[in-house]
């Protein structure tokens, strides 16, 4: 029986590792900048977290959970996606008693059940921030600027950042009586999903990806353009603040979020180079989340970004990132030395470098060989001369320059060169 990775799911390897070592790197540095905490939470929670938190008419909540009852009879499932659980956190932990606001980050794996093509997958890796505790939109646009920072540290200039505002319960029920009323003699043209949403939550037909609903609501009234008195200020005062940090943006009034928490403040980040999936990264405030997980009314932030889609789009961009660290030296072996020099190999280590040797009792041509493929910068071949005078020839594989070397001096050696 031969077994293949489960659909949806990806192996990642060396060297491609290499690179996401580097992104997890840089979001973590830049998130320290802005006084964000790492926060690790459960893989999976009780189903009904994710049924309130993200909300019961979402696609996620609807189609795409992978729940299952444990042996002990709850409902699990395998987190959708990260704000939920740093929700429950907050609250469980008394996180409200902390300086305020409580900035933590995240890199999680999501599972979400969908039709796997380019750039979805069924378990796929995030990066996240929630901001809880603050109200104004000083604190939007600060983690929009995070974002900018972190795509310029990862090379992306090219990124563009859309903003837009979907009110609050207040405005928003006036605005989705306005939207049922014009969509309603459009309701033939919509798709099986939009005729459901249309009963259930007419704000996410704006949302649709199938052409044929885009068509119709391309018209349509939009939440931006009918915000009451508070969220106008709080919209004008992100694009501000934007301003004031120098970012660029476009207002998009077609960006409402899959979530059903969101409220006011709306962003994506968007690239031509992500397949049809072309959303790298989307957030939002979420000013009822903490309330509808049992803690007390609370504002919140946060926003989470698809880590598969960043690669791809550093690819598409054709932007290099940092190799995988190749060995140093390669200790090759001539005749009966193998317990030298895997001593002194280990000694090398200890000092911190990346060194190796051989260990399958290949020939010296056949190590030589190895050694060249394996990238590393210097050979030294450990023999009968080499183990009798305590010295040796360090040769540098690229320019072909040989040095006489003491091997009691080795790490000193290299760690300079
Ligand atoms: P989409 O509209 O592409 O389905 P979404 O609105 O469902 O995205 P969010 O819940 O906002 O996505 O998740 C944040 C980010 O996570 C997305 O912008 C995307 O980069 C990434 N993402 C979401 N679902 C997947 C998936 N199935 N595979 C890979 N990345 C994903
Ligand atoms: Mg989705």
């Known amino acids: 029986m031969k077994f293949s990775a489960p659909k949806g799911t990806r192996d990642l390897l060396p060297p491609e590792t290499a690179a996401w070592q580097h992104a997890e790197h840089v979001f973590g540095d830049v998130c320290r900048r802005f006084g964000y905490g790492e926060i690790r939470l459960p893989t999976f929670e009780q189903t009904e977290l994710f049924q309130r938190g993200v909300g019961d008419t979402t696609d996620i ?23 939920a659980g740093v929700v429950r956190s907050y609250v469980e932990n008394g996180m ?18 969908e039709n796997v093509q380019k750039g979805r997958y069924r378990e796929f890796h995030q990066f996240g921030c929630e901001a809880i505790g603050a109200a104004g939109p000083a604190i939007d646009a600060e983690l929009i600027s995070l974002l900018q920072l972190f795509f310029a540290q990862m090379g992306l200039a090219e990124t563009k950042l859309r903003i837009n505002s979907i009110g609050c319960p207040v405005c928003r029920e006036a605005y989705q009586a306005l939207l049922r009323d014009w969509l309603k003699p459009h309701l033939p043209q919509l798709c099986d999903n939009c005729q459901d949403r249309f009963v259930r939550n007419p704000l996410r037909i704006i949302d ?55 409220t006011r403040t709306v962003f994506e980040f968007v690239s031509e180079h992500v397949g049809t999936q072309g959303t790298i990264c989307g957030g939002g405030r979420y000013d009822g989340l903490i309330e509808t997980v049992g803690g007390a009314p609370t504002p919140g932030i946060g926003f989470a970004l698809g880590v598969e889609r960043l690669l791809m789009e550093l690819d598409a961009q054709g932007i290099q990132t940092p190799p995988a660290p190749t060995p140093v030296l390669f200790l090759a072996i001539a005749g009966d030395h193998e317990d030298e020099a895997r001593r002194l190999c280990f000694r090398l280590r200890q000092a911190g470098l990346a060194v190796e040797t051989d260990l399958l009792g290949r020939s ?48 000193q050696h290299l760690l300079e060169a």
């Open 364 to 411: 010296l041509k056949a190590q030589m060989k190895y050694a060249g493929k394996s990238g590393t910068r210097y050979v030294l071949v450990l023999g009968d001369d080499e183990a009798a005078s305590g010295s040796g020839r360090l040769r540098n594989l690229e320019t072909r320059a040989e040095t006489e070397v003491r091997l009691d001096q080795l790490e």
């Open 61 to 83: 909540v609807q189609k795409e959970m992978y729940t299952f009852p444990d042996k002990g009879g709850r409902s699990l499932t395998l987190r959708p996606e990260g704000t």
């Open 96 to 113: 409200a008693s902390w300086p305020s606001p409580v900035r933590l980050y995240y890199a999680i794996t999501a599972f979400r059940y």
């Open 208 to 262: 649709c990806k199938e052409t044929r609903c885009q068509a119709v609501t391309a018209q349509a009234p939009a939440q931006a353009d009918h915000l009451c008195a508070d969220c106008q200020a709080h919209f004008d005062g992100l694009q501000h603040q934007l301003n004031v940090l120098g970012l660029s943006y476009v207002i998009d009034r077609r960006i409402v979020r899959g979530l059903d928490y969101y």
